[in-house]
């Protein structure tokens, strides 16, 4: 059974950090790109960051760049998400997504998490 599962979600104050994981399983992690993206109440499913296979190149939302870092550990079927600086436009459900082709883009995604929740309080 193909899954991911993330994890470290919760809530923070503005100004704080999280770390999300998602952990892979069924699937040969490290053929595939993986990425986060997010949706907030009454939005639209957003890109937030992904990362090609072996770690080679990242992509970033413009509204995250410099204060969130994606990585992986194929060694560990595993992929992260650093989240620093939180703001409070940063509160949503954040899904973990694997892709073959594009990690970019919501269509393209080949397996989604369930989500998990990220609440930043102002």
């Known amino acids: 059974q193909v899954q991911l599962v993330e994890s470290g979600g919760g809530l923070v104050q503005a100004g704080g950090s999280l770390r999300l994981s998602c952990a892979a399983s069924?699937?040969?992690?490290?053929?595939?790109?993986m990425g986060w993206f997010r949706q907030a109440p009454g939005k639209e499913r957003e890109f937030v960051a992904g990362?090609?296979?072996?770690?080679?190149?990242?992509y970033y939302a413009d509204s995250v760049k410099g204060r969130f870092t994606i990585s992986r550990d194929d060694a560990e079927n595993t992929a992260f998400l650093q989240m620093n600086s939180l703001k409070y436009e940063d509160t949503a459900v954040y899904f973990c997504?694997?892709?073959?082709?594009?990690?970019?883009?919501?269509?393209?995604?080949?397996?989604w998490g369930q989500g998990t929740q990220v609440t930043v309080s102002s």
């Open positions: 990362i090609t296979r072996r770690g080679s190149s990242t």
């Open positions: 997504a694997a892709a073959a082709v594009d990690i970019r883009a919501a269509p393209a995604v080949n397996v």
């Open positions: 069924g699937l040969t992690f490290p053929i595939f790109m």
